[in-house]
Nanobody, 117 residues
Framework: QVQLVESGGGLVQAGGSLRLSCAAS????????MGWFRQAPGQERKFVAS????????YYADSVKGRFTISRENAKNTLSLQMNSLKPEDTALYYC??????????WGQGTQVTVSS
């Protein structure tokens, strides 16, 4: 089973930027679609972005399109999320996840992002 460890969260003012990272263990990282989800207090966990195995195909929630960029380095087993033009509504716990057999099956512990207005 893969282990996912997120880092890079923090407190930032509106309009600022943060870069989240996810370190994955195991030898199958390059074989899986990877993604980011987020969960704000009192809300369900929601999809943010995903990237195909090759890193070429990326997908984004409408709410972050044009501001966030997902990327991966298969040689280093790392997944990243560059977040620009942050808004207070981006405040949430951000999770790294892996897809296997059509479902998101592994999750990290999350990293907190707080955007002040």
């Amino acid at each position: 089973q893969v282990q996912l460890v997120e880092s890079g969260g923090g407190l930032v003012q509106a309009g600022g930027s943060l870069r989240l990272s996810c370190a994955a263990s195991g030898r199958t990282f390059s074989s899986n679609v990877m993604g980011w989800f987020r969960q704000a207090p009192g809300q369900e966990r929601k999809f943010v972005a995903s990237v195909r195995r090759s890193g070429v195909g990326t997908y984004y929630a409408d709410s972050v399109k044009g501001r966030f960029t997902i990327s991966r380095e298969n040689a280093k087993n790392t997944l990243s999320l560059q977040m620009n033009s942050l808004k207070p509504e981006d405040t949430a716990l951000y999770y790294c996840t892996r897809a296997d057999l059509g479902s998101w099956d592994s999750w990290g512990q999350g990293t907190q992002v707080t955007v002040s207005s």
